[in-house]
């Protein structure tokens, strides 16, 4: 071993109590089926059903307020929730010269954390009377177990781990935090649903949703993106000083957004709004300092180049959304009522179709151990690979723009529009889906094909040659 605090994994013939087994690695591959699964099986399903329903082009009109709901929580819960609960609990470890986290750890926090989305996506949008209830008191239940788990594990690992004083330790642990507030949030949720045929009241779901994407999910993009994607590009990491005013900003904003649920009426207007210009000010200077929003990803091996595109994608969609969000809240605060509904829900699909999911098949792409042996082929990029980029990047204008045209088109079209968005990410995903499995098939292979080279060269050692 290098050096003392370097993690012993398992070399093919050894086994003891100080050596960590190396196939507690391949745990977040679950998180990633998950997380995808919910993509493809809920969020972006909805995403092209919700808004066809919502004009009479397809059944379920009566049930459009729990299909919106029931969408929301997906993506933000389901797609993006596991996708990064499965890379924190995986990179943080790493980050902080931890062992990894066990399976008999992961697995358990996986299947609390995937149940409720499970359910998100089958009975909550259908389900009414008694279902509804229980449904909507399981998925509170259930959901706040999970994530009062991810940030225990977090906690536990950023507690005993190295004490760098650099920007990723400090979202990480505003991340791990903001994981805590979540698991109280979602038992509210389940709470205020039950008693209400499960819909939770609309402007407070609605403002729940943003402060899960600011929490829980932004601050471990920020943390993931500060100790990575500058480097990619060739500029150095940003130090801590350069990071802490737009960290903290973005995460006084979420904590006012955070506190507007305790409240009604105007003040919880005020503070929502205060809270998403301050956010989205983080938003627009994060990005700049801790992603990147422009040059070339000179750093990368010709075959990962093109993954960089989602990169900067995510990264520009980040400021974009940040300055709506800053005119949106300004709007609000000064108001005192909900302004802006167009600019907040255009800025919501610039975070989660540009942001977090452009950003999700960029960074698996240049990160996650199941792509590295298709980093290190020669070659172009085949269209699978470059298709989702655009497919995203169609997605996202269409969805935003549609969005930010609402009081200039009619109620139909904007809806017809949202649908054929949710129809192109849809594809995107489905694409992404199929180059993972393909990626894991070829990983095992390419696994196997070592291990006999191994006992091969081990059979010649033995016998002298
Ligand atoms: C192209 C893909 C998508 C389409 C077409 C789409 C469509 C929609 C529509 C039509 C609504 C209802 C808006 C209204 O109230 O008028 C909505 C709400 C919402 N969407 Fe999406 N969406 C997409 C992707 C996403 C993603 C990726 C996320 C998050 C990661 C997301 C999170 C939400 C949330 C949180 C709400 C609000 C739910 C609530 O009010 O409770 N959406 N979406």
Redesign the pocket.
């Known amino acids: 071993m290098a050096n003392a605090d370097d993690i012993a994994l398992e070399p093919p013939l050894s086994r003891n109590a100080g050596v960590t087994p190396a196939v507690e690695d391949r745990s977040y591959l679950g998180f990633i089926a998950a997380a995808l699964a919910a993509a493809l099986g809920g969020?972006?399903l909805m995403?092209?059903w919700?808004?066809l329903a919502?004009t009479g082009t397809v059944t379920g009109q009566d049930r459009v307020p729990w299909l919106?709901?029931a969408?929301?929580?997906v993506?933000?819960q389901g797609?993006?929730g596991l996708f990064v609960a499965g890379m924190a609990v995986r990179l943080m470890p790493r980050f902080a010269g931890r062992p990894p986290v066990r399976r008999n750890v992961t697995m358990p926090l996986l299947v609390l954390l995937a149940v409720p989305v499970a359910l998100r996506m089958t009975l909550q949008p259908w389900a009414d009377g008694t279902l509804a209830e229980a449904t909507a008191l399981t998925i509170g239940g259930l959901s706040a177990t999970g994530a009062a788990g991810v940030a225990a594990i977090l906690t536990w690992t950023l507690a005993r781990g190295r004490k760098a004083r650099e920007p990723w330790r400090y979202f990480a642990w505003a991340g791990t935090a903001w994981w805590g507030v979540l698991a109280a949030m979602l038992a509210a949720w389940g709470w205020r649903a039950a008693r209400n045929e499960g819909l939770a009241p609309?402007a407070w779901?609605?403002v729940m949703?943003w402060v899960v994407?600011f929490g829980p999910i932004g601050n471990f993009i920020w943390s993931v993106q500060s100790r990575s994607v500058p480097i990619f590009f060739g500029r150095k990491t940003p130090t801590w000083r350069q990071a802490v005013v737009p960290g903290v900003a973005y995460n006084a904003g979420a904590a006012l957004v955070a506190l507007s649920l305790a409240f009604e009426g105007e003040t919880a207007a005020r503070l929502s709004g205060s809270g998403l210009l301050l956010a989205g000010a983080g938003m627009v200077w994060l990005p700049v300092i801790a992603g990147s929003v422009w040059g070339r990803a000179k750093r990368l091996r010709p075959r990962a180049k093109p993954a960089a595109r989602f990169v900067l994608g995510a990264n520009i969609a980040a400021v974009v959304a940040g300055v709506l969000l800053v005119w949106a809240g300004a709007q609000t605060a000064l108001d005192g009522e909900y302004a802006e509904f167009a600019a907040r829900?255009a800025a919501?699909?610039v975070?989660?179709?540009g942001l977090?999911?452009m950003l999700i098949l960029g960074m698996a792409r240049l990160v996650a151990p199941v792509f590295a042996l298709e980093r290190t082929e020669s070659g172009v990029p085949k269209l699978y690979e470059r298709a989702p980029f655009w497919l995203l990047l169609g997605?996202v204008a269409l969805?935003g723009g549609s969005a930010l045209l609402a009081e200039q088109i009619s109620y139909d079209a904007r809806?017809h529009s949202?649908?054929a968005?949710?129809g192109?990410?849809w594809v995107a995903l489905a694409v992404f889906a199929l180059s993972v499995a393909r990626a894991v098939r070829k990983e095992s292979a390419n696994k196997q094909s070592l291990e006999e080279q191994a006992r091969a060269a081990a059979e010649r050692r033995a016998r002298g040659q």
Do not use: S
Request: proline share 3%; aromatic share 8%; net charge negative.
């Open positions: 969020g972006f995403a092209v919700m808004p919502a919106i709901q969408h929301g929580w993506q933000v797609w993006a609309v779901d609605d949703t994407l829900d919501r699909h975070v989660g179709i977090v999911t997605a969805r809806m949202a649908a968005a949710g192109m990410a």
